[in-house]
């Protein structure tokens, strides 16, 4: 497991496939919008799929404030495509197979060890960590302090 990401450190650059299997390059993104990259553990789960359908709900609040929101796991883009359209989830999901990006940031298992952990990290323009909000059992917790921060970066 390398280091821990810690608010104020500069976003990991990492390329991940979305369910389309396109390549998204997060250096493509960095300073150009506020970034939310909310990690879960898995698709169609109860906790994950009411955290991925509030940030459906949201989804227009954090386009207005200039954001670009990725939901990341270690499914696969068929899951993620199942997983979008059955919950019409407008925003990518982005698969993390190889857990590599879970590591970068250093996103904590839970629950000994054996569930992927729910952080959700919100990368100002400056392409530092501007929040992180690590919560298993608040799914919808990760919203509200989401749009805080993101609503604090703007008014700073």
């Given at each position: ?31 150009k919008k506020i ?114 921060v993101v609503r604090s970066l703007?008014?700073?």
């Amino acid at each position: 497991m390398s280091n821990i990401i810690q608010i104020g450190d500069n976003c990991p650059v990492f390329s991940l496939p979305d369910s389309e299997g396109t390549e998204i390059q997060i250096s493509d993104l960095l300073g150009k919008k506020i970034l939310v990259l909310f990690f879960y553990p898995k698709d169609d789960t109860p906790g994950c799929t009411k955290e991925a359908c509030a940030f459906r709900d949201a989804y227009t609040d954090f386009l207005d404030l200039g954001c670009e929101v990725f939901g990341i796991s270690s499914d696969n883009g068929q899951s993620h495509q199942e997983f979008q359209q059955k919950h019409k989830l407008p925003y990518p999901l982005l698969s993390d197979t190889q857990k590599k990006v879970r590591q970068q940031f250093g996103v904590p298992q839970s629950l000994f060890g054996l569930i992927p952990g729910r952080v959700t990290y919100i990368v100002g323009l400056d392409g530092k960590v501007a929040g992180i909000f690590n919560s298993q059992t608040n799914p919808v917790g990760h919203i509200n302090e989401a749009l805080r921060v993101v609503r604090s970066l703007l008014t700073a």
